[in-house]
């Protein structure tokens, strides 16, 4: 019972508070948080890793609590939350994090701010 608490606890941890043990999750992470804003696939950082795809992502949800893909997300909602913030639009704030389509971007900030990115550029 303990462990299983421990282990819902660190899942629901922000994934910028956990720090992968694991030196090629690490650097896959660091890319990610990088170069968020490309057009960055599990392949690519699989490849950044030195793993096979199924590998990677494996050892990624394994160690993030996630899938790569849903950090490379996360990481792209908090960066444009943070422009939101300091005064840019909502356009500005999409493209420049790496969304090219404005409603999924609108869909994703809010499942994960629990508003709508207007709400901030306002």
Do not use: N
Not at 37 to 60: I, K, Q, T
Not at 72 to 90: N, P, S, Y
Request: contains cysteine.
């Amino acid at each position: 019972l303990a462990e299983a608490l421990v282990v819902a606890i660190v899942r629901a941890a922000p994934s910028s508070a956990r720090t992968p043990r694991d030196p090629r999750i690490a650097s896959a992470v660091a890319l990610i948080e990088s170069q968020y804003s490309e057009p960055l696939g599990v392949d690519d950082l699989a490849r950044a890793a030195g793993l096979s795809r199924f590998h990677f992502s494996r050892m990624f949800s394994d160690a993030m609590g996630m899938s790569p893909y849903q950090h490379l997300q996360r990481i792209r909602i908090e960066r444009a939350r943070e422009l939101l913030g300091r005064g840019h639009g909502v356009t500005e704030a999409a493209l420049s994090v790496g969304f090219r389509d404005l409603g999924r971007f609108a869909r994703a900030f809010r499942d994960q701010v629990g508003c709508a990115p207007s709400d901030i550029a306002a």
